[in-house]
């Protein structure tokens, strides 16, 4: 009997651990073959720190460098940098990435490091894991952002790259200047104050569940606009298309200058 509660001890002990010393596997490659430099030698470096959530998790990897938010469970917030620098040597191109914080501190994720030069630079991308109930707010230049799971305040803006967003809630806004937008939602309507997601020049593919509920607006000005859903329309869809599914709700809004549109459902 004594043998057969300790065994069930160890096993409830086996189980909880893991749980406390969560560390996620990450989607992101970090190798210097993703970099090139001219005639300098790259190296690339992959870093890690734990910071504790703030009231917005600010995020911006400077001039070059993806982003890739995911919500989780923890309470705190977990960011992965893939640093990549570039010198004469792999020695020196070493000590630059030795030199650079992922981090300023909690809530201002964003790194520091030496100045770059024409001999000697780095860039940096990001993949984190934030509470699921996390305000954020994404800036990048020459980069993605990639947004799944997190359901509280999302502002979003890159300059040039794609958006992707998967299994969001709450109240999300965002654009791209140059690049596509795909949006998946889930679940049976949308939980939270709506969202809205714009490209400059970019195709648009959302992506909703069927019996899903909310108040749906897509619209390019320069492009085709197609609607895989079974609505009903007034009239030619044309460009711009504003219908309500199942019950309504929230606004969900997709929108596209120079571009297609395509709004598909998911059986």
Known sequence: M?????????GSICFVLPVAAQTPNGTRQCTADQYRSNDLITYAELKEQRLPNGSTDYVNPGTNGSIRVHGWGNADVLVRACVHSAAATQAEAQGIASQISIARGAGQIEPYGPT?????HWDISYEIWVPVS???????HNGSIAIDGIKGQTRFHTENGSIHLSSVAGDVDGSTENGSVTIELEGSGWNGQGL???TTNGSVHLTIPENFSAQVQASTVNGKLRVEFPI???????????????????????????????????S
């Open 2 to 10: 004594e043998r057969a509660r300790l065994i069930s001890l160890i």
């Open 116 to 120: 770059p030069s024409r001999s000697e």
């Open 134 to 140: 996390a305000n954020v707010k994404l800036e990048a």
């Open 196 to 198: 809205r997601a714009i």
């Open 232 to 266: 009903t329309v007034q009239g030619k869809i044309g460009t711009n298309a504003s219908f309500q599914l199942g019950s309504g709700g929230p606004l969900i809004e997709a929108k596209t200058v120079n571009g297609s549109v395509t709004v598909s459902r998911k």
